[in-house]
């Protein structure tokens, strides 16, 4: 099993900025992707960005420019930088993770969510 376990939520006011991190633990796995989704208030859940293990992002075009996807192999980590938040940006982030884990003598490939952190954008 892999657990992604997230923070930096909270509340910001429009123009301003905040850092999530999604840390994935387990033992055995090998993570593939790595993404950010969201899910405002009534909406369905929709892909922010997204990172392979070698790099190349991709964004929602509605975050072009003001957001950036990162990662840190050697710590399992995912950050996501957002600035010049804007009240639409509000909504709860989860996390997402591409895993293989094995169980020997078979990997076996999972997604994984992790539990989700709110983020509002008001003055």
């Known amino acids: 099993q892999v657990q992604l376990v997230e923070s930096g939520g909270g509340l910001v006011q429009p123009g301003g900025s905040l850092r999530l991190e999604c840390t994935a633990s387990g033992s055995d796995f090998t993570i593939y992707a790595m993404a950010w989704y969201r899910q405002a208030p009534g909406k369905s859940r929709d892909m922010v960005a997204t990172i392979t293990n070698d790099g190349t992002t991709n964004y929602a075009d509605s975050v072009k420019g003001r957001f950036t996807i990162s990662r840190d192999n050697a710590k399992n980590t995912v950050y996501l930088q957002m600035n010049s938040l804007k009240p639409e940006d509000t909504a709860v982030y989860y996390c997402?993770?591409?895993?293989?884990?094995?169980?020997?003598?078979?990997?076996?490939?999972?997604?994984?969510w992790g539990q989700g952190t709110h983020i509002t954008v008001s003055s």
């Open positions: 997402y993770a591409d895993v293989s884990i094995m169980t020997f003598p078979i990997r076996s490939r999972y997604a994984y």
